[in-house]
């Protein structure tokens, strides 16, 4: 039967993705972490956070797991997702989906609208942006996709948060694109990008709007892994580049979290992390 609706969606455009609330060690999807380890993330208290392992059913009744994302369900936004980059050459399909398990739905599939009456609850839907004057601005971004089902799966609400307009469409933007450059000779790339809340400012008294966004970078290049960090809105509106350890530094005000820990995989030599 999921054969059938998989070809059925096949032949549109734009098609349901899936995705799984999970472990709080990312268990299915730990492919998208240096050394298969996520970050240590220590939430503020009383904020309340699911892991996600972002994923698409394929012709073979299995599922492709594309990108994690760990999401609060008390601020109604992404704390960050993280995804291996590739060289990007895919075009854009908007067509947003919500995370049904959040709120406790049986429904394993994503769907534009939650029919269920919790439905919201535990998530931003569709309606909390009209009239917003806010942008969904995505974590994994469209731009760092490769494929059909990367660039689908990016447009989900569990992957965005309310960002500022002209932020988003120019300094972010140009931000995006500089990455593509700064990561284009890496051998392999594990990228962290997150949102520091403006837990003053709510979007439809519900949905907490992104105050800063950041993104880190550990990029293996000749045998040695490298890592960047990024920040912004700076001062002056701009994104800023700073080292892992001040990037990790400056987020320690709004929550603590390291993001690529030194942890060694069983049987295999030590991964120096990005700092």
């Known amino acids: 039967m999921r054969n059938l609706i998989f070809f059925q969606l096949l032949s549109s455009v734009c098609f349901f993705t899936l995705s799984e609330v999970v472990d709080n060690h990312f268990s299915k999807c730990t492919k998208f972490f240096l050394d298969d380890t996520p970050p240590d993330f220590t939430p503020p208290t009383g904020v309340s956070v699911k892991p996600i392992c972002q994923c698409l059913w394929d012709d073979h009744d299995e599922q492709i797991y594309l990108y994690a994302t760990l999401y609060s369900t008390s601020w109604k936004i992404p704390i960050f997702s993280a ?24 429904e394993p599939c994503m769907r534009p609208k939650g029919y ?9 839907v569709t309606k909390d942006y009209y009239n917003s004057f806010y942008d969904k601005g995505h974590l994994y971004p469209v731009l760092h996709t490769n494929n059909h089902l990367s660039m689908l ?8 948060a309310p960002q500022n307009p002209t932020f988003n469409q ?7 694109k500089a990455v593509i450059k700064d990561l284009k000779s890496c051998e392999v790339a594990y990228v962290l990008t997150g949102v520091v809340p403006d837990t003053n400012i709510k979007m439809n008294n519900k949905v907490t709007v992104s105050k800063y966004y950041w993104r880190a970078t550990c990029c293996l290049e000749k045998g040695q892994y490298i890592g960047q960090g990024y920040y912004g809105p700076d001062n002056n ?17 709004f929550y603590q979290i390291i993001f690529f820990p030194n942890i060694p995989a069983q049987n295999k030599k030590p991964t120096y992390t990005c700092n």
């Open 83 to 106: 995804y291996v980059f590739q060289s990007p050459n895919i075009g854009r399909c908007d067509a947003w989906y919500i995370e049904p398990q959040l709120d406790g739905d049986s």
């Open 170 to 176: 120019n300094v972010w933007l140009e931000h995006e």
């Open 153 to 160: 799966a990016t447009s989900t609400l569990t992957n965005v």
């Open 116 to 124: 269920g009456k919790n439905i919201g609850q535990n998530q931003a």
């Open 237 to 253: 509106g701009l994104v800023k580049k700073l080292t892992i350890k001040d990037l990790q530094n400056l987020l320690k005000g």
